[in-house]
């Protein structure tokens, strides 16, 4: 059935508005990796991983039954290699309130204004999202539009996921079964988490007019596994917690395998009704000292760091400090790092200087070259990160100048909108587009 578009044209201009484009921007492409042609073509638009997960397996599944498959991303598509394809299949992830992922910039940029024509073409979307979020599953509908208004024939209705729930993921991958034969192994149906031992639990801020933040220490009761700076921690939630099974919740990691153990920042929530948040509620009150969590470390390569010898800035606030605190520990076990600037938020100084021993102690050895907080309860002009890079933003420019990678973790309502806006008026609109196209600006934000 074809899907009605109205809803879905008003989240293309949303799209389109967010990227500042009107035209085709004549701007030249940077170079890539080739890419050769296929038939079938398994297409991502991931921000934290999961969305690169499920088109890799979907390409290997393809792959198995026969099918010749060629993954890539979404801003690697080109009209020419759309005119050689017979099937494309799009995992595309919302990021915040209806934006696309940042990987999709070039994609953004170049191609969804002036579609090619698509009439040869058959398509199926798996659309990722959140529906705590007004703007569900946005982007992932917005592709949908932009591929049947190109003339594209939809091969099922658009799946739409919310939250990775087990029940659509495995309508999308019976789809495909009864499409192309397809079979997926059967890890991938249940989602297998290995158990974690609670290590340690501590409270970061009493007395904070914030909700309260602990430090959550896990160690692995098997063997350790490997990950990158950057990775995130998926926790499997007890379905007598969630009434149903396979639920999850993603955590970034604020420490690296040379430090044995992961540690999370949690900050303790509340649901509408005033009861503890499913997930923070579980963990913080339910679990007790030496009881097992099932943890998967899931890749996130979106926001992998650059060169350890390349200058960094990182920036957020909140418990978004445990993403940024794990580049921060891959880059002191780094032999000669580059500068490394850290610019944070919270509310009080007096109560919220999270994980500020170790900070301090990156500061002594040198890996964090500049260390910048604000609180923003505390009263004065710079409350807020987004006010501190406009306050540095000479030095921001020269940062980025010198090739910095800005990397940004931590609350998508408030902060992230703030630090993008930020950024645009230091470093301008195309020059901040082009940071992120060239994977120099990263987002993981919630």
């Not at 999370?264 to 000292?289: F, K, M, N, V, Y």
């Not at 944070?344 to 260390?371: I, K």
Request: charged share 20%; glycine share 10%.
């Amino acid at each position: 059935m074809t899907p009605d578009l109205s809803p879905d044209l008003l989240a293309v201009s949303a799209v389109l508005a967010w990227t500042g484009l009107t035209a085709w921007s004549l701007r030249p492409r940077r170079a890539g990796p080739a890419i050769g042609q296929a038939d079938t073509l398994v297409v991502q638009a991931s921000q934290t991983g999961s969305g690169e997960a499920l088109a890799r397996e979907t390409a290997a599944a393809l792959s198995a039954a026969g099918v010749p498959v060629q993954r890539l991303g979404l801003s690697d598509l080109t009209p020419a290699l759309l005119a050689a394809a017979q099937r494309v299949f799009v995992i595309a992830a919302t990021t915040g309130e209806g934006d696309a992922p940042d990987e999709a910039t070039g994609f953004l940029r170049r191609l969804m204004p002036v579609p090619p024509d698509l009439s040869h073409l058959e398509v199926a979307v798996l659309a990722l999202g959140d529906s705590t979020y007004q703007h569900y599953c946005s982007f992932g509908r917005s592709l949908d539009t932009w591929l049947v208004r190109a003339g594209a024939t939809p091969l099922f209705d658009r799946v739409e996921v919310d939250r990775l729930d087990p029940g659509a993921l495995a309508h999308w991958r019976h789809q495909l079964t009864a499409l192309t034969g397809a079979a997926f192994a059967p890890e991938s149906r249940s989602r297998p988490h290995q158990p974690w031992r609670l290590d340690g639990r501590a409270l970061l801020n009493a007395g904070s007019p914030g909700r309260p933040v602990y430090h959550i220490r896990l160690k692995p009761v098997g063997a350790l596994p490997d990950w990158h700076a950057g990775d995130v921690a998926e926790i499997e939630l007890p379905e007598a917690v969630t009434g149903q099974p396979g639920q999850v919740r993603d955590y970034s990691i604020a420490t690296v395998p040379a430090d044995k153990r992961i540690d999370l920042l949690i900050r303790s929530t509340l649901r509408p009704d005033g009861s503890p948040g499913l997930a923070s509620g579980w963990l913080l009150e339910t679990c007790q000292i030496g009881d097992t969590v099932p943890l998967r470390i899931r890749p996130n390569r979106a926001f992998y760091g650059p060169d350890r010898a390349s200058p960094l800035i990182l920036i957020g606030n909140g418990t978004g400090l445990a993403g940024l605190a794990g580049h921060l520990s891959e880059r002191a076990r780094s032999t000669r790092p580059g500068p490394t600037w850290l610019i944070f938020g919270e509310r009080t100084f007096a109560h919220d200087r999270f994980l500020g021993m170790r900070l301090q102690g990156w500061q002594a050895s040198g890996v964090l070259t500049r260390l910048d907080r604000t609180y923003s309860r505390d009263g004065g002009d710079l409350r807020y990160v987004q006010d501190l890079l406009r306050a540095e933003a000479g030095a921001v420019r020269d940062w980025v100048s010198r090739g910095a990678t800005l990397m940004v973790c931590g609350n998508l309502r408030g902060m992230a909108p703030g630090v993008d806006e930020a950024l645009r008026e230091v470093l301008g609109e195309d020059r901040l587009l082009d940071l992120r196209e060239a994977g120099r600006y990263r987002r993981d934000v919630y």
